[in-house]
Structure formats: C-alpha cells, structure tokens
C-alpha cells in the first residue's frame, strides 16, 4: 500500500467499534466456531474483533482442503492432541497448549484493502509490531524458500506475501516464526495466525504420517523465546497490546449468545468427522 493509503486505512480502523478479546483456551472446534460468530457480530452488530487465543487440548488443524490421509491418526490420538479443519487454505499446524499463540482479527470486506496482498500487510502491522517490541527481528519472507513437507503449514514453502520470518535480514537462512491466512465470510474478512513462541519439533512432525526428522523442523522454524528469551505471559500481553492499539480496540469479552452459538457451530460442523475428515461443508447460518 501507499503510504496515504496506508495512513488512510489506519485512520478509518480507529473510527470503527473494536474490541480485543484475550481469550480463554478452547478445543479446537470452538475456536475456528467462534470466528464464525465473530463475523456475524461485525455485520449485525457493527462489533469488530481482535483477539489472542491458546489451545486446550493441543490440537492440529487441517488446512481446507488438506487430505486427512496426511494426519498420523494414531499419534494424536496416543498423545491426546485435538484435530479440526480451518476455513483457510495452507498446510496443517500443530498449535501446542504452550508453544503456540494464536490471534484472529475479524472486519467487514468493505472497510480493509480490497486487495489480498495489500490486506495482508495492512492486518500484519500489529502482529510485526509486537514482534519487534519483544525484541525479535521480524518482517515478511524477503526470499522465497522451497517446500520440505507440503501438508504442514512450517514445511511449506515460504511465501514472502504472508510468511513472517526471523532473522528479517537473513535471506535464505532466515527461519518462519508465524503464517497467518485469511478467508471470506459472509463479507467479513477473518484473518488468523499462528506465532511460534516456542519450538515441540516432536509433536510438530509427529502428527503427520510421513517420515520427518525433527532438525527438519528446527532447521526451518524459530520462536520467540529462541530469538528474544521472553516468558510466554509477557509475549501473549505484547501481541494483544499491539492489536488492540493498531485498531483502538477496547478491551472486551464474548457474550453469552455468541458463546452458545459457537458451541453449537463447533458440535454442527467443525467437531464432525464429515468436516474434519471428509471437508462436508455446513454453513455458519444453517
């Protein structure tokens, strides 16, 4: 984006009605759920949503059109590790309890860049910023890196339009440290990411049925205790802080309605095995 643009998308953001949820750990059906019913509250209530969020259990969500066959069934279930299938396209992450944070941001289509690439930098600012304030050296990919493993979103290749990586300078050598996606609901751009706090090489090869060694994934992925030593409280604060500021977002909570729907969403659709397994798709409305 230009720079007036730029400054000009930032300025309409904060004259909108925003809200940062720092969210409770959930399964992994009801947090995708609830993204849903997020994108509902912005076009009927006029109430956008940033928030961070963790998993409990540990769970590895599908990319939209992921084969299930990919996922090693048999490890997860041994491990107790939750799977779900995202709306957004990419290959598989494991989002571990501990090691993950996660953030979704929620807008009508009609308020942000038109464009995906412009749109991707645009609801990326805040994620870089509080990368940079817990002093990881960040930016988007600026070299392209080819594919280790494609069904998993770490092993892909790197894609400088949406891969943030770490060292920022280091070309070819720098290691992702977040993917982030986006999709379209009902006119409502959902954007969600996952940042690396720190690395479970074990659990992240583990849950696909492929032959990877772990140094494939530490030779690929860095985090943010790696790069800056932070606790993990004071990253989660640093990333919810940063989203809030970028749109003037005031601090809130879900309301019980948007809840009760997310749990019946989640037990509809994205706990199903025809969703999760075989991609049956069942819209948020029906």
């Not at 990319?63 to 299930?68: C, I, K, L, T």
């Not at 279930?77 to 957004?88: K, P």
């Not at 979704?104 to 609801?123: H, Q, S």
Request: hydrophobic share 35%; charged share 30%.
């Amino acid at each position: 984006m230009s720079d007036a643009t730029d400054r000009s998308t930032e300025t309409d953001l904060a004259d909108r009605n925003w809200r940062l949820i720092r969210d409770e750990p959930r399964d992994g059906a009801r947090q995708m759920a609830i993204e849903e019913i997020a994108a509902r509250t912005a076009l009927e209530d006029d109430v956008r949503t940033v928030r961070t969020y963790s998993w409990e259990p540990s769970t590895l969500s599908l990319g939209y059109r992921q084969d299930a066959d990919t996922v090693d069934w048999d490890f997860c279930e041994r491990e107790g590790i939750d799977v779900t299938r995202r709306q957004t396209g990419g290959g598989g992450i494991y989002h571990d309890r501990f090691a993950d944070i996660s953030y979704t941001i929620v807008a009508p289509a009609d308020e942000v860049p038109g464009n995906l690439m412009d749109c991707y930098e645009l609801f990326c600012e805040p994620i870089l910023a509080a990368l940079d304030r817990l002093g990881v050296d960040a930016d988007f990919a600026a070299a392209e890196q080819e594919e280790i493993y494609q069904p998993s979103c770490y092993l892909r290749d790197i894609n400088p339009a949406h891969d943030v990586v770490a060292p920022a300078g280091a070309g070819q050598d720098a290691r992702k440290i977040s993917g982030n996606a986006q999709y379209r609901q009902r006119d409502v751009v959902i954007q969600h990411g996952s940042i690396s706090y720190a690395l479970e090489p074990r659990a992240h090869v583990g849950v696909f049925d492929a032959n990877l060694d772990e140094t494939t994934f530490t030779d690929r992925v860095t985090s943010i205790r790696d790069e800056a030593g932070v606790d993990r409280a004071v990253a989660v604060d640093a990333i919810a802080a940063a989203l809030g500021e970028w749109c003037d977002a005031d601090e809130s909570t879900w309301r019980e309605g948007e809840l009760e729907a997310a749990r019946d969403l989640a037990a509809r659709k994205f706990g199903s095995d025809a969703w999760v397994r075989d991609r049956e798709v069942l819209e948020a409305d029906e």
